[in-house]
C-alpha cells in the first residue's frame, strides 16, 4: 500500500486508514466486538497503518479495543481524539486546559502507549481553538514528547481556519466528492504549511456507493437518520449523477469512483475509511486503485462540470 507523510509531522502513513466510529456502535449501529476485531485484524493484514478514534467512542472502549489489537503492529499509527465530556448529563464538549490534559493522560492509559502518536481535539469550535488554552496543552505534550503530533478534527471552514492559525500540523476535515469545501478553503495554507490532512467520510457516510433507493429510510440510532430528511436524500441520491463519469475502465463502481476521488488530492495525507466489516474493507482496499492517477486528469475535470452543473455544493 503507497505511504505519505503526514505533513511535517515525521509521521508516514498508508493512504488508506481505518476510522473507527461505525465499529462503536455509536453511529451506525450495533457492530459485534468480534467483527470490529476481525475489521482491525483485516485492516493490519492488508497493510493499513493509520488507525483513528477517539476516547469518546463507545465511552472509551474503541481505545481500549486498539490496544489489545495493535500490539502485533508497533508502527501503527493511532490517531485519537479528546473534547468530548460524555461522563456529563447530558455529554459536553471540553476544552478548557485542564480537561484536555486529563483526557490525553486517560487516552494514552486505554491505549497502552506511553506516547501517543497523534492527538486531536474532536470537534472544537473555532471560538474554543481560538481561545488557545486547548492547542497550548497539546503543543507544550508535544514539546515533552508525550505526543508525537497534535492537531483539530476539523468540522467546518471557520474551525479548519482557527486550527491552522493555531498552527496546527495535523487537520482532519470530512472531505469527498459532494463535500469539498472545508478543504478547499484552506488548501492554499495547507500545502504552504504542509499540514498533514486526514480526510474522513470519504463515502458521505456511504450515500455515494450509491446502493441506496430513493426512499431509503434509517433505523433509530443510525446518526443518519437525523443528517437528511427524506426530500434531502432523495436530493442527494439524484446527485449521485455527478459522480458516473467516473465509473469506465478500472473504476468499476461509484464506491470506487468516490474513493479515487479523494486519493486524487496529494493534499490529503489519509483516507479514513469508514468499514463496518471485513467485507466492506475489503472492497474499498480492492477498489481504491494502487498508484496515481487514481481517476485521471478527464475524469476530474467531468466530474467538477457535473458537480458544479448540478449545484451539489450549492
Ligand atoms: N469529527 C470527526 O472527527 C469524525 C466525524 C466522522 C467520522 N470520523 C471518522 O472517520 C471514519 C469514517 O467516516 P464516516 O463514518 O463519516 O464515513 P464514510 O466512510 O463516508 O461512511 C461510512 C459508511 O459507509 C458505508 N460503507 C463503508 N464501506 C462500504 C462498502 N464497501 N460498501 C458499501 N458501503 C460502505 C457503511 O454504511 P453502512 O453502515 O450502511 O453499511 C459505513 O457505515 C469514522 O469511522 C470515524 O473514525 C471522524
Redesign the pocket.
Known amino acids: 500500500m503507497r505511504r505519505r507523510a503526514l505533513g511535517r509531522t515525521g509521521l508516514q502513513t498508508t493512504e488508506l486508514g481505518l ?5 462503536s456502535g455509536d ?3 450495533a457492530v459485534t466486538e468480534a467483527e470490529s476485531a476481525r475489521v482491525v485484524e483485516r485492516a493490519l493484514q492488508l497493510g493499513i497503518s493509520l488507525f ?3 476516547d469518546s467512542y463507545a465511552h472509551g472502549e474503541v481505545e481500549r479495543r486498539l490496544a489489545g489489537l495493535l500490539p502485533a503492529a508497533p508502527a501503527a499509527v493511532v490517531v485519537t ?1 479528546v473534547g468530548t465530556d460524555r461522563e456529563a448529563v447530558p455529554p459536553r464538549k471540553r476544552f478548557d486546559a485542564a480537561y484536555v490534559a486529563a483526557a490525553v493522560e486517560r487516552s494514552a492509559e486505554r491505549l497502552g502507549r506511553s506516547t501517543l502518536d497523534v492527538v ?1 481535539l ?2 472544537p469550535s473555532a471560538r474554543a481553538i481560538a481561545r488557545g488554552e486547548a492547542t497550548r496543552i497539546l503543543r507544550d505534550l508535544a514539546a515533552t514528547g508525550a505526543i508525537r503530533a497534535w492537531g483539530v ?1 476539523a ?1 467546518d471552514e471557520e474551525t479548519g481556519r482557527a486550527a491552522l492559525a493555531e498552527g496546527a500540523p495535523v487537520v ?1 476535515v ?1 472531505y ?1 466528492a459532494f463535500h469539498r469545501r472545508t478543504l478547499r478553503a484552506i488548501l492554499p495554507e495547507v500545502k504552504e504549511r504542509e499540514v498533514g490532512i486526514l480526510a ?7 450515500l ?2 450509491g ?1 441506496w433507493a430513493a426512499d431509503k429510510r434509517f433505523p433509530e440510532g443510525d446518526h443518519r437518520a437525523d443528517r437528511w430528511t427524506p426530500d434531502e436524500l432523495r436530493l442527494r441520491i439524484r446527485h449521485l449523477d455527478a459522480l458516473r463519469p467516473v465509473v469506465g475502465n478500472a473504476v468499476l463502481t461509484l ?1 470506487s469512483g468516490a474513493l479515487r476521488f479523494v486519493l486524487e488530492e496529494p493534499a490529503v495525507s489519509c483516507a ?5 466489516s471485513v ?2 474493507l475489503d ?2 482496499v480492492r477498489e481504491a486503485g494502487r498508484e496515481p492517477p487514481y481517476l485521471g486528469e478527464e475524469k476530474l475535470a467531468a466530474l467538477a462540470r457535473r458537480l458544479d452543473d448540478l449545484r451539489v455544493e450549492a
Do not use: I, P
Open positions: 476510522g473507527t466510529w461505525g465499529l453511529a451506525y449501529g483513528e478514534t477517539a481524539k486531536l474532536h470537534n478534527s468540522g482532519e470530512a469527498n474522513r467520510s470519504v463515502l458521505a457516510h456511504g455515494l456507493c446502493h464506491r479514513v475509511l469508514g468499514a463496518r467485507v466492506q472492497q474499498l
